[in-house]
């Protein structure tokens, strides 16, 4: 089956601790979008990507990091720059073809702070 | 700019009942339109999306939303409320001029009274 994954499904951060957060996606989409949820604040935008190799930074990039070395993968790094990580992260795609392209989405991951 | 405004965070109605979940758009030129539902701990599910080729749009699960350019508004309707359908739900927009970035409502959380 085509779709995103997205890994672990609840992780743990310490103080000072950098973590990393999987997204994989065998859609062949172009586009690849890293999302912060809130309660009450819908979603806001972190990274996103359009090509191998580049990527731009969203609303709130202060204290996260990506790489995409790779069509199929995203990862989000969220490091002890970001004070307040505890949230739920999304990480979506889509083709990028110029016209109405839905995004899609993974499941999603809780980050919790201990 | 493009920018999406849902009205009511919060939504109940009795099971059998209309659902009726707000959405407007502002946007300079014409744009793609899409619902989102999420359930508890999970990614976000298209339930439709707008086009341009037709104003009514039929979506996943008895949903329906109709594009009114007049007032702006892409509205979110089902004749008839099922359990179910208690969830919270986003309005999006993306278009030509939005640099392929989808552009979120903060969420309307649905509940469905028995």
């Known amino acids: 089956d085509g779709g995103i994954t997205q890994s672990p499904k609840y992780l743990f951060r310490k103080e000072g601790q950098n973590v990393t957060l999987s997204c994989e996606q065998n859609?062949?989409?172009?586009?690849m979008y890293w999302y912060r949820q809130d309660p009450g604040q819908g979603l806001r935008l972190i990274y996103y990507?359009?090509?191998?190799?580049?990527?731009q930074k969203g609303d709130i990039a202060e204290g996260y990091s990506v790489s995409r070395e790779k069509k199929e993968s995203f990862p989000l790094t969220v490091t002890s720059a970001q004070k307040n990580p505890t949230a739920f992260y999304l990480c979506?795609?889509?083709?990028?073809?110029?016209?109405?392209?839905?995004?899609?989405f993974g499941p999603g991951t809780r980050l919790l702070v201990l | 700019a493009q920018s999406v405004t849902q009205l009511g965070s919060h939504v109940s109605v009795s099971e059998g009942a209309l659902v009726l979940l707000r959405c407007n758009y502002s946007?300079?030129?014409?744009?793609?339109l899409f619902w989102y539902v999420q359930y508890p701990n999970q990614g976000l599910q298209l339930l439709l999306k707008?086009?341009?080729?037709?104003?009514l749009v039929k979506g996943i699960n008895g949903f329906e939303a109709e594009f009114k350019k007049s007032e702006t508004s892409f509205h979110l309707t089902k004749p008839s409320a099922h359990m179910s359908d208690a969830a919270e739900y986003f309005c999006?927009?993306?278009?030509?001029?939005?640099?392929?970035?989808?552009?979120f409502g903060t969420g309307t959380s649905l509940t469905v009274i028995p």
């Open positions: 707008y086009t341009s080729a037709a104003t």
């Open positions: 859609l062949n989409h172009d586009a």
């Open positions: 999006a927009v993306s278009g030509l001029n939005t640099g392929n970035q989808f552009y």
């Open positions: 990507s359009q090509i191998v190799n580049d990527f």
């Open positions: 946007s300079s030129v014409p744009p793609y």
């Open positions: 979506a795609s889509r083709r990028l073809a110029g016209g109405p392209e839905t995004q899609y």
